[in-house]
């Protein structure tokens, strides 16, 4: 099955061209980040407008890439949400009107399940059941995934996501936007010793997380030492957020008795986490498994393999709809 996939939930255009018999053929993706860098944060109208003007020109690229003609595909996958309402429209209009004009059908994708499944498109998949940690700028949720569709909430965020924490933090150091990138390059060159920043709710017994706390201590902790020490702040930030993520996902393999664990979503790209993690999981005996970094972020690439899966095993929704709120525990399994 050769699957067009549409990601355009938020501030991300992503494309791509996914085969079940031969895999991930193609990918595009534009970012807004310039574009919203002067404003600090995501506008929604011009986030829209310029889905508008790239998502045609990517599909371009990615057909020419593949050398697959619209005439080969065999159906159409879009994020249906969660995200931004305008964004959603944007590729569901798209992706709706080119399955209707080319007779195929076309199905919305959940975009937190396209993050779940990202490490899938690998050549080494990890099997079911896994534990993932879905860690990025609007979520941080620990999930127990069955398989497609089959999925378990373990534990969430009370508050801020990690990777929210993450750009408020940079933003307190003065690294602008997006903050998270930016505050991790800084942290390498840091002393995480220096300073002692708390790691909320370490021992609470569960798998939720909380990490607004931690962000106003960074706060108070930059109105008392100013910012002569920056990249130590930094460094000392990083290491509490890491070690809270890293406690909660391993302490959540061992409570399910689960030995894979799966990262996904923007955080995952984290050097530190990355690092941190795959040591402590091997010591347990637990296997780490984590997208490619260029899918970490929003891409198309995960929205044509979850379309691809969910093609292959239900009938499309005919419904044209946009989610921009969707708990993705409402998903039927395949």
Not at 158 to 186: M, V
Request: aromatic share 6%; glycine share 10%; net charge neutral.
């Amino acid at each position: 099955m050769l699957v067009l996939g549409v990601e355009s939930s938020c501030d991300e255009t992503g494309v791509a061209l996914y085969d079940s018999a031969r895999g991930l053929l193609a990918h595009a993706l534009h970012s807004q980040i310039a574009m919203h860098a002067d404003y600090g944060g995501v506008v929604p109208e011009l986030a829209s407008r310029d889905h508008i003007r790239r998502v045609l020109p990517l599909t371009r690229k990615v057909l020419a890439e593949s050398g697959c003609g619209l005439a080969q595909l065999d159906g159409v996958a879009y994020t249906q949400g969660p995200g931004l309402a305008g964004a959603l429209l944007v590729g569901a209009g798209m992706a709706r009107a080119l399955a209707f004009a080319l007779d195929i059908p076309a199905v919305g994708v959940h975009h937190l399940e396209g993050h779940l499944l990202s490490p899938l498109i690998s050549d080494t998949p990890p099997e079911f059941p896994f534990v993932a940690l879905l860690v990025s700028g609007g979520h941080t949720q620990i999930m127990r995934v069955a398989g497609v569709g089959r999925y378990t909430l373990l534990g969430e965020t009370l508050d801020d996501a990690a990777g929210e924490a993450f750009d408020k933090t940079a933003q307190l150091l003065g690294l602008g936007y997006p903050g998270g990138p930016a505050l991790s390059k800084l942290a390498a060159t840091g002393d995480a010793s220096r300073y002692s920043l708390p790691r909320p709710m370490l021992n609470s017994g569960d798998f939720d997380f909380s990490f607004s706390g931690l962000k106003t201590a960074v706060l108070t902790l930059v109105k008392k030492a100013g910012l002569g020490h920056a990249a130590d702040i930094a460094a000392a930030f990083q290491a509490a957020a890491v070690e809270v993520l890293v406690t909660k996902s391993l302490a959540a393999c061992e409570a399910t008795a689960t030995r894979r664990l799966v990262v996904a979503g923007g955080v995952g790209a984290n050097a530190h986490l990355r690092e941190r993690l795959t040591r402590e999981a091997a010591a347990r005996g637990i296997a780490v498994s984590y997208p490619r970094l260029e899918f970490c972020t929003d891409n198309g690439a995960m929205i044509a393999y979850a379309g691809a899966q969910r093609l292959a095993h239900a009938s499309p929704d005919l419904a044209f709809a946009v989610r921009p709120r969707w708990d993705l525990a409402t998903l039927a399994a395949v």
